[in-house]
C-alpha cells in the first residue's frame, strides 16, 4: 500500500466521541438523546426547546451515518456539539478572510502532493490539547500554541500561556484588531505580544471562555520581537513542511465538518474558505 501524505494538527477544542455505526442510528434515538443529555449535563429550560435539540440531535445523526458511509478514513460520532445547529457550530469558526488585509484566499483548490520525505512530530514537546469552550478565540489558542512550542523548543522550556489576555487584551479597542470571542487573528495576537514584552502565564490570568475587562499582571512569559513570517494563503506545503522542521507553526483551516469528528486523517482536498485556527505539529506518511 502506498504511504498516504499526513499532516499533524493539533485542535483547539477537544472533540472525543462515540462512533454509531448504520445500526445504531435506526434504534431509539431518544434514548440516545438522554445518554447524551446525561453525558454533557445538558440542561433545556423548556420543552420547546428539549423538542428543538432533538430535532437537531437526531438530524446530525443523520449526517453522521451519511459521512460514515463515504468510507474515507475518517469516523464521525456523537461529539458535544451534537445538539448543536450547522451555524451554532461555525460561529465558534472565527477565522474570516475577508476581515485579513491579506486576503486572497481561493474559492476552491486542491492540494495535489506527494509523500513527505521523512516525518516531524513535535507533540512531546508541548501542552495537551487546551478547549476554547463557547468562545470564538480559536485565534488565540493558535497564537499561544505557537508560542508555548517555541519556548519549549528553543529554550527547553515549556509553559502554559494565557488566552484569555490576548481574549481581553489584544482587541479592535487597543488597536490589534481583534473581536474577543467574536474572532481575529493569530498574527494580530503576536502583535500584541511582541508590544507588550509577552503574554501573561494560564495560572496568572485564568481562561473564561468569554469576553472580559483586559487586566493582565505585570509578570509576563516569552518576550517576541514585532513580525513574523507569513506565508500567505494557498501555501506550498512543501514550504509548510520546512517550517514545521524548525518549530510548529500556526495555520487556517477550513472545518465546518468537524463537529462530529470522532477519529482518522482529513485527506487534503477542496474547501471554499478558511474558518478556523489551528496549531500545525508535524507531518509524515500514515502507513510508515
Given at each position: 500500500?502506498?504511504?498516504?501524505?499526513?499532516?499533524?494538527v493539533?485542535?483547539?477544542?477537544?472533540?472525543?466521541?462515540?462512533?454509531?455505526?448504520?445500526?445504531?442510528?435506526?434504534?431509539?434515538?431518544?434514548?440516545?438523546?438522554?445518554?447524551f443529555?446525561?453525558?454533557?449535563?445538558?440542561?433545556?429550560?423548556?420543552?420547546?426547546?428539549?423538542?428543538?435539540r432533538l430535532?437537531?440531535?437526531?438530524?446530525?445523526?443523520?449526517?453522521?451515518?451519511?459521512l460514515?458511509?463515504?468510507?474515507?478514513?475518517?469516523?464521525?460520532?456523537i461529539?458535544?456539539?451534537?445538539?448543536?445547529?450547522?451555524?451554532?457550530?461555525?460561529?465558534?469558526?472565527?477565522?474570516?478572510?475577508?476581515?485579513?488585509?491579506?486576503?486572497n484566499?481561493?474559492?476552491?483548490?486542491?492540494?495535489n502532493?506527494?509523500?513527505?520525505?521523512?516525518?516531524?512530530?513535535?507533540?512531546?514537546?508541548?501542552?495537551d490539547?487546551?478547549?476554547?469552550?463557547?468562545c470564538?478565540?480559536?485565534?488565540?489558542?493558535?497564537?499561544?500554541?505557537?508560542?508555548?512550542?517555541?519556548?519549549?523548543v528553543?529554550?527547553?522550556?515549556?509553559?502554559d500561556?494565557?488566552?484569555?489576555e490576548?481574549?481581553?487584551c489584544?482587541?479592535?479597542a487597543?488597536?490589534?484588531?481583534?473581536?474577543?470571542?467574536?474572532g481575529?487573528?493569530?498574527?494580530?495576537?503576536?502583535?500584541?505580544?511582541?508590544?507588550?514584552?509577552?503574554?501573561?502565564?494560564?495560572k496568572?490570568?485564568?481562561y473564561?471562555?468569554?469576553?472580559?475587562?483586559?487586566?493582565p499582571?505585570?509578570?509576563?512569559?516569552?518576550?517576541?520581537?514585532?513580525?513574523?513570517t507569513?506565508?500567505?494563503?494557498?501555501?506550498?506545503?512543501?514550504?509548510?513542511?520546512?517550517?514545521?522542521?524548525?518549530f510548529p507553526?500556526?495555520?487556517?483551516?477550513?472545518?465546518?465538518?468537524?463537529?462530529?469528528?470522532?477519529?482518522?486523517?482529513?485527506?487534503?482536498?477542496?474547501?471554499?474558505?478558511?474558518?478556523?485556527?489551528?496549531?500545525?505539529?508535524?507531518?509524515?506518511?500514515?502507513?510508515?
Open positions: 500500500m502506498l504511504a498516504k501524505p499526513v499532516i499533524l493539533a485542535l483547539v477544542a477537544s472533540l472525543a466521541a462515540i462512533y454509531i455505526s448504520s445500526q445504531t442510528v435506526s434504534v431509539n434515538v431518544e434514548q440516545e438523546f438522554m445518554k443529555v446525561a453525558e454533557h449535563r445538558r440542561s433545556y429550560f423548556s420543552k420547546a426547546d428539549y423538542s428543538f430535532g437537531v440531535f437526531t438530524e446530525n445523526l443523520k449526517k453522521i451515518e451519511e460514515n458511509n463515504n468510507d474515507d478514513g475518517v469516523v464521525h460520532g461529539t458535544k456539539f451534537a445538539d448543536w445547529t450547522e451555524s451554532e457550530f461555525e460561529a465558534l469558526l472565527t477565522m474570516k478572510p475577508e476581515d485579513h488585509p491579506e486576503n484566499y481561493p474559492e476552491q483548490h486542491y492540494h502532493i506527494k509523500a513527505p520525505q521523512g516525518e516531524k512530530d513535535w507533540r512531546g514537546k508541548g501542552n490539547v487546551k478547549d476554547q469552550g463557547q470564538g478565540s480559536c485565534w488565540a489558542f493558535a497564537a499561544t500554541a505557537t508560542l508555548e512550542y517555541l519556548s519549549s528553543k529554550i527547553n522550556k515549556l509553559t500561556l494565557a488566552e484569555q490576548l481574549v481581553d489584544a482587541t479592535s487597543a488597536g490589534y484588531q481583534n473581536n474577543g470571542c467574536n481575529g487573528w493569530y498574527d494580530w495576537a503576536w502583535n500584541y505580544v511582541a508590544d507588550k514584552g509577552g503574554l501573561n502565564r494560564q496568572d490570568y485564568k473564561t471562555a468569554k469576553d472580559g475587562a483586559c487586566n499582571d505585570p509578570d509576563r512569559f516569552i518576550p517576541i520581537n514585532k513580525g513574523h507569513n506565508m500567505g494563503s494557498n501555501a506550498n506545503l512543501d514550504a509548510i513542511r520546512s517550517k514545521i522542521d524548525e507553526v500556526a495555520v487556517a483551516v477550513y472545518a465546518s465538518n468537524w463537529s462530529s469528528y470522532s477519529s482518522g486523517i482529513f485527506k487534503c482536498g477542496f474547501y471554499f474558505q478558511v474558518n478556523h485556527a489551528v496549531t500545525a505539529v508535524g507531518y509524515g506518511n500514515e502507513n510508515g
